[in-house]
């Protein structure tokens, strides 16, 4: 069968770069934003998902992870007392300040633990080991505070609220939403280094035992920790990002930049297919003169819009996933997972044939008599 | 009459333009019989591009009749016109109306999809028309890389594909030089006479009178010098 649609769609090769540069140029948009978006979310939860915490003891309505607040850190002592709790620990989230060799403060976000091994933090380890923490005033430094704090090498010291400590370590991909370096030192070292700290926590971690039940184990300790909440990992990590979806606008503003992407990409294809159409009214009136319907024709335009669709999603994607290591190399996660993106391959679909319907309206009332007309 | 493709009888047709009713056809009769040439002119607004729309079920007339290939036309239904149109009648039009991204062979299979040929079989009878119309050696040439002679060859050869038994042309001729106007007109003359199609040409060419079996006139809405259409009829 002979393709009149994709015939016309490549003769004006002009147009036909306008509408697919037009989808791409949407897609990438999309792909980009959200994906970036979706990188900072995960950002947000990084230490929830990898700490390998069963429950999650906070104070009351502490919104994410980095905001802690304190609380008695007596607390843990109840919860490794509730039948079911296998191993529950402190932890300390506090932001800290830290001195840089030239002179000028940073802020440092602190985890500390008394037993990192246990909980899988930090996770991705590049030089030395969390062990070493117990080893007087230590630190493992994660490799991205380098972007805040300047190049700084394993066996150096740097000042954290008057403290010297040495950074004994480095770690990857801890990274926080706030973009605060991660460093992680030894519980009571933390504890020393801030009197609100002393005899207090910001979170229990606390591992199940094998086979047991979680709701009940959440539910016992809500009932023993009246004074804290008591959050499930998934429910917790799902808190964390809310807090930065809705608190903080970031969500409204995303979704403006995907309708923005998306009006953009419906504009410029319907505007493109609609001139495209009108200038091609004569052929049209030709096809129904020679015995086509109004649906062949609306097939010539929806097929136009599906091409224009397939190839400007194509390129679309393919820069997005170009441009994600040039990003990482600046320390920006786009996150691009295949669900996402067939999910924006259906929508660009959509927004194609969405603006085709524009053109379909022309045509429908196209008279095949003009096909006398000179 | 057996042998009878295209006839139209007592057919008029009003037009409503604001509060005015235009009269553009009165009453015509007209038969194009299989093997004939009939020749239609007329004057600018005599009514004849409209008489041809009515022929080619591209509008309905205001009352009358209209019988194509034996099958009388009385619906006004789209669906049923576009299918007398697809079956039965092929147009040859004065600007060609060629679609200008598909190459020669491409514009006859096309309209060949069109009509519900598909495939291989469409492939086989567009190079086969295109060959009868003499430009089996132009079947990849795009309309812009063809004489103005030639791509009225390719919209005969369009309008010949799937052998609807009626060809109506309108001004075939109007854009051609002399000599490849005459040729246009031969090439009319010989699928009426050998292939049994009945043709009817609406032009102002005279050189038309040198192959049209009949010509017929027309003069606001009316037919003249018709006499022996009526009594045909």
């Given amino acids: 069968m002979v393709s009149l649609a994709r015939k016309n769609l490549f003769h004006d090769r002009l147009r036909f770069v306008i509408t697919v540069a037009g989808v791409a140029f949407a897609?990438?948009?999309?792909?980009?934003?959200?994906?970036?978006?979706?990188?900072?979310?995960?950002?947000?939860?990084?230490?929830?998902?990898?700490?390998?915490?069963?429950?999650?003891?906070?104070?009351?309505?502490?919104?994410?992870?980095?905001?802690a607040r304190t609380f008695p850190e007596t607390a843990v002592l109840r919860a490794r007392s509730v039948p079911g709790v296998a191993r529950a620990d402190n932890l300390i989230v506090a932001f800290m300040t830290i001195q840089l060799p030239n002179g000028a403060a940073e802020g440092t976000l602190v985890y500390a633990l008394e037993d990192f091994t246990s909980w899988n933090l930090p996770w991705s380890v590049q030089q030395g080991?969390?062990?070493?923490?117990?080893?007087?005033?230590?630190?493992?430094?994660?490799?991205?505070?380098?972007?805040?704090?300047?190049?700084?090498?394993?066996?150096?010291?740097?000042e954290i609220l008057g403290r010297r400590f040495r950074i004994v370590g480095t770690t990857s991909e801890a990274a926080s939403f706030t973009t605060t370096p991660i460093v992680f030192m030894d519980y009571r070292n933390a504890q020393e280094l801030q009197e609100q700290l002393r005899g207090n926590t910001t979170y229990v971690l606390v591992r199940l035992a094998p086979g047991a039940d979680a709701a009940l184990v959440q539910a016992e300790l809500r009932r023993r920790l009246p004074?804290?909440?008591?959050?499930?990992?998934?429910?917790?990590?799902?808190?964390?990002?809310?807090?930065?979806?809705?608190?903080?606008?970031?969500?409204?503003?995303?979704?403006?930049?995907?309708?923005?992407?998306?009006?953009?990409?419906?504009?410029?294809?319907?505007?493109?297919?609609?001139?495209?159409?009108?200038?091609?009214?004569?052929?049209?009136?030709?096809?129904?003169?020679?015995g086509g319907s109004n649906l062949a024709i609306y097939r010539i335009l929806g097929e136009q819009a599906l091409v224009a669709a397939v190839i400007g999603f194509a390129l679309g994607a393919g820069f997005s996933y170009l441009v994600r290591p040039l990003m990482a190399a600046i320390h920006l996660n786009v996150l691009l997972s295949p669900g996402f993106s067939a999910l924006v391959f259906a929508g660009t679909v959509l927004m194609c044939l969405g603006a085709a319907l524009f053109s379909f309206r022309r045509v429908a009332g196209i008279d095949p008599a003009l096909v006398f007309r000179t | 009459m057996n042998d009878r493709v295209l006839a139209v009888r007592d057919?008029?047709?009003?037009?409503?333009?604001?509060?005015?009713?235009?009269?553009?056809?009165?009453?015509?009769?007209?038969?194009?019989?299989?093997?004939?040439?009939?020749?239609?002119?007329?004057?600018?607004?005599?009514?004849?591009?409209?008489?041809?729309?009515?022929?080619?079920?591209?509008?309905?007339?205001?009352?009358?009749?209209?019988?194509?290939?034996?099958?009388?036309?009385?619906?006004?239904?789209?669906?049923?016109?576009?299918?007398?149109?697809?079956?039965?009648?092929?147009?040859?039009?004065?600007?060609?109306?060629?679609?200008?991204?598909?190459?020669?062979?491409?514009?006859?299979?096309?309209?060949?999809?069109?009509?519900?040929?598909?495939?291989?079989?469409?492939?086989?009878?567009?190079?086969?028309?295109?060959?009868?119309?003499?430009?089996?050696?132009?079947?990849?040439?795009?309309?812009?890389d063809l004489s103005g002679g030639q791509k009225q060859r390719v919209a005969i050869a369009r309008a010949l594909a799937g052998s609807p038994p009626v060809l109506l042309a309108d001004e075939p001729t109007a854009n051609l030089d002399t000599a490849t106007g005459g040729q246009i007109l031969d090439l009319f003359h010989e699928l009426a006479k050998r292939e049994g199609r009945g043709v009817l040409v609406v032009t102002h060419d005279p050189k038309v009178r040198r192959v049209a079996d009949r010509v017929v006139g027309i003069r606001d809405g009316r037919l003249v010098d018709a006499g022996d259409e009526k009594a045909a009829a």
């Fill in chain 1, 129 to 158: 080991s969390p062990l070493d923490l117990k080893r007087g005033y230590s630190v493992l430094m994660d490799r991205s505070a380098a972007l805040r704090y300047g190049p700084f090498a394993t066996g150096e010291q740097r």
């Fill in chain 1, 27 to 67: 897609v990438t948009l999309v792909l980009v934003q959200v994906g970036l978006f979706m990188g900072l979310l995960d950002k947000s939860t990084v230490t929830i998902r990898h700490a390998n915490a069963d429950l999650w003891v906070t104070s009351h309505n502490t919104p994410n992870v980095d905001f």
């Fill in chain 2, 11 to 144: 057919v008029t047709k009003v037009f409503d333009e604001g509060r005015q009713r235009v009269h553009v056809l009165r009453g015509i009769t007209l038969n194009v019989d299989a093997g004939e040439l009939v020749a239609l002119e007329g004057p600018s607004g005599s009514g004849k591009t409209t008489l041809l729309s009515i022929m080619g079920c591209i509008l309905t007339p205001t009352s009358g009749e209209l019988v194509v290939a034996g099958r009388p036309v009385r619906s006004r239904d789209e669906a049923t016109l576009r299918d007398v149109r697809r079956q039965s009648i092929g147009f040859v039009f004065q600007q060609y109306n060629l679609f200008p991204a598909l190459t020669a062979l491409e514009n006859v299979e096309y309209s060949l999809n069109v009509r519900g040929t598909g495939g291989r079989a469409a492939h086989a009878e567009a190079k086969r028309v295109l060959a009868r119309v003499g430009l089996g050696d132009r079947l990849d040439f795009l309309p812009r």
């Fill in chain 1, 227 to 290: 004074y804290n909440d008591v959050l499930t990992r998934n429910e917790w990590a799902r808190q964390s990002r809310d807090y930065w979806v809705k608190s903080t606008g970031l969500g409204m503003s995303m979704g403006v930049t995907v309708f923005l992407g998306i009006l953009v990409g419906i504009v410029i294809v319907a505007q493109t297919l609609y001139t495209s159409a009108v200038e091609h009214i004569k052929e049209f009136g030709t096809v129904k003169a020679i």
